[in-house]
C-alpha cells in the first residue's frame, strides 16, 4: 500500500470567471522510504500540492489517501491530530516563533500534544543535537543564523518522530552553504527511514532527491525515479 496515493486531484481557486486551475488531474503515489523532489516553476501549483499533501486543504475533486485512508472522510478533529502526529512540516520562511528560545520553539508542539516536561525537553533536545544546535538551545531565532533557524525548524519538525517530512522550499531563504546542510541533514533523516517529500523549483536541489515529479501549470509532467 503506498503512504500516499492521489487520484485525480483537482484544486480550483476563484471558481467562476477569475477561476485558477492550481492543480489538475494530479495522479501519483509515494511510498514509504521514498525521498521525492516536487519540481516546478512559480506558480505551477506546488504549495497548492504541499497544502493538500499535508491535510491542511481539501481539493475540489479527485481523492488522496494517506495510508490507505480517504482524508475527506477523516474528521477534522483526526485530521489535526495526523498533522501533529504522522506529517512534520518546514518551511521556506523557517515560521519560529520569535519570542521563544530554540528549544522552547522545538518544545510548544510537544505540549500541545499533551506530552510531560521531562519527555518533552528530551526529544527537543535530542532533536536539536541532531541537527547540530545543541550548543543553541537558548538562543532566540534572531540571535540564530538563517541555517541554523532552518535546522532549528527541522528538529522542530522531527521531535515527535513523524515518518512523514514535507518540506516547502526549505533552502529557498539560504545562501548556498546553509542550504547544503539543511539538504544533507534531509538526505540523513532520508537513509534512517523517513519518507522525504521535498517541494523546489531549484533543478540542482531536486536533484538530490532519488525522484523527481515535475508540474507545470498544475499538472504533473513528468515522473523520473534516479
Ligand atoms: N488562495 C488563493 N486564491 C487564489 N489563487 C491562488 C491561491 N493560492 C494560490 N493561487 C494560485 O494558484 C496557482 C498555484 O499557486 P501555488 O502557490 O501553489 O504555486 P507555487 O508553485 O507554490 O509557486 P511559488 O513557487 O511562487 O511558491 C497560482 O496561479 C496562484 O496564483
Ligand atoms: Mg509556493
Known amino acids: 500500500m503506498p503512504l500516499v496515493e492521489l487520484r485525480n486531484l483537482t484544486k480550483i481557486y476563484n471558481s467562476g470567471e477569475n477561476e485558477v486551475r492550481a492543480l489538475s488531474n494530479v495522479s501519483l503515489s509515494i511510498s514509504e522510504g521514498e525521498f521525492v523532489a516536487i519540481i ?16 491542511l486543504d481539501m481539493p475540489d475533486s479527485g481523492e488522496y489517501l494517506l495510508e490507505g485512508e480517504n ?8 485530521l489535526a491530530h495526523i498533522r501533529n502526529r504522522r506529517i512534520g512540516f518546514i518551511f521556506q520562511g523557517f515560521n519560529l516563533i520569535s519570542s521563544l528560545n530554540a528549544l ?12 510531560r516536561a521531562k519527555e ?11 541537527v547540530g544546535i545543541a550548543n543553541r538551545v537558548r ?8 541555517g541554523q533557524q532552518q535546522r532549528v525548524a ?8 513523524p515518518p512523514i517530512l514535507l518540506a516547502d522550499e526549505p533552502t529557498g531563504n539560504l545562501d548556498s552553504a546553509s542550504g547544503s546542510e539543511v539538504m544533507s541533514i534531509l538526505r540523513d ?8 517529500i521535498l ?7 531536486a536533484s538530490m532527491a532519488n525522484r523527481i515529479i515535475r508540474i507545470v501549470d498544475g499538472c504533473v509532467v513528468d515522473d523520473t525515479v534516479s
Open 40 to 55: 516546478g516553476q512559480s506558480g505551477s501549483g506546488k504549495s497548492t500540492l504541499m497544502n493538500m499533501l499535508g491535510c
Open 71 to 78: 482524508v475527506a472522510t477523516i474528521p477534522e478533529e483526526t
Open 104 to 115: 522552547e520553539n522545538v518544545e510548544l508542539p510537544l505540549m500541545y500534544r499533551g506530552i
Open 120 to 130: 518533552r525537553f528530551e526529544l527537543a533536545f535530542s532533536a536539536l543535537s541532531r
Open 139 to 146: 538562543h532566540r531565532p534572531s540571535e540564530l543564523s538563517g
Open 154 to 161: 527541522i528538529a522542530r519538525a522531527i521531535a515527535a518522530k
Open 189 to 196: 533523516l532520508h537513509e534512517e527511514g523517513k519518507t522525504i
Open 199 to 205: 517541494i523546489t523549483h531549484d533543478g540542482t536541489i
